[in-house]
């Protein structure tokens, strides 16, 4: 039971991790990203290239991961998104659609349509063993340290720092935001950039756990759209307690209830939007 809730969290975290910059982004930009998946699968190949042909370190492949994203981002943002802002939901969706399918042949072209195996560091790859039937994973408990850091730190950036506090402000009303001389836009941009690094980051974490392949930001949206639907938008508390919820109940269901278990998540998402329909700390952005 322990190991199961200690896989469900490591499970949450990583979900945190690559859907948090989906749910800010979403909340402050209004702007329907289906292809958040494409940024954490770029993270996460970068991770693997660095890792397995150029031989370096594990620890030194996430900040690479994430600045591959994060650039990604900028570029696409500034190429495309920008001009889709003011467009209707439908061609966002449509163009959001074709990206994730652009980029999942690109890289099956690249990398290869099979699963991407890392090998972890030896400092990674023990266990801690605390009691009988209950062994600590090293590399799971690494993640929910980082995860849970990165979380701390995105809080505090919001709610204690100068960038934070215009974005609030550009997130309640980007109109007034603009009159009083913050630059909506290039804050937009910088949060777009760093959603998407978070995801690239959480790709290359969860390498050995996410089992990323070409079909990986189709395979994956579901669960990132499903933690924000639950968490709500534009927060960082509610996509975290929805992943936490949605990770420990998918490996528990797949665990207890094989035959059903791939269907517990959804269960928890209807059963979370019934009682708080607009997420856990959902707020409705104002443009």
């Known amino acids: ?10 499970t949450g975290a990583l979900l945190f991790l690559s859907s948090v910059g989906l749910s800010v982004t979403l909340g402050v930009m209004n702007f329907v990203n289906l292809a958040h998946g494409v940024f954490a699968m770029t993270g ?8 397995n042909r150029w031989g370096v370190p594990f620890l030194a492949t996430l900040p690479a991961a994430f600045a591959a994203s994060a650039g990604l981002g900028v570029v696409v ?19 959001t659609t074709g990206l994730v399918f652009a980029a999942m042949a690109a890289a099956a072209f690249l990398m290869g349509s099979q699963h991407q195996i890392i090998q972890l560091p030896a400092f990674l790859a023990g266990q801690f063993h ?13 993640l929910i340290v980082f995860c849970g850091c ?36 290039r804050l937009f941009a910088v949060t777009f950039a760093v959603g998407c690094g978070l995801a690239g980051l959480g790709a290359a974490l969860g ?34 307690l929805a992943s936490l919820v949605l ?5 528990a269901g797949k665990y207890y209830v094989p035959d059903i278990g791939a269907f517990i998540i959804y269960g928890v998402m209807v059963a979370m939007l019934i009682w708080r329909p607009h997420g856990l700390f959902g707020r409705r952005a104002v443009r």
Not at 44 to 51: F, M, N, Q, R, T
Not at 82 to 95: C, H, I, N, S, T
């Open 247 to 251: 990770g420990i109940c998918d490996v």
């Open 130 to 142: 605390l009691f009988k039937g209950f062994d600590l994973g090293v590399y799971r408990l690494f």
């Open 44 to 51: 996460g190949y970068v991770a693997v290239v660095l890792l």
């Open 150 to 185: 990165v979380a701390l730190a995105l809080q505090l950036v919001l709610s204690r720092t100068r960038f934070g506090s215009r974005l609030r402000a550009a997130v309640d009303n980007a109109t007034v935001a603009n009159a009083l001389g913050i630059n909506v836009g």
């Open 77 to 95: 943002e500034r190429l495309f998104y920008r001009k889709l802002y003011d467009a209707g939901a439908l061609e966002q969706v449509l163009f």
């Open 207 to 240: 390498v050995e756990i996410l089992n990323l392949d070409p079909s990986f930001p189709l395979k994956f949206l579901v669960y990132f759209l499903i933690v924000v639907a639950a968490g709500g938008t534009g927060t960082i508390s509610g996509p975290l």
């Open 1 to 10: 039971m322990l190991t199961v809730l200690f896989d469900g969290i490591a």
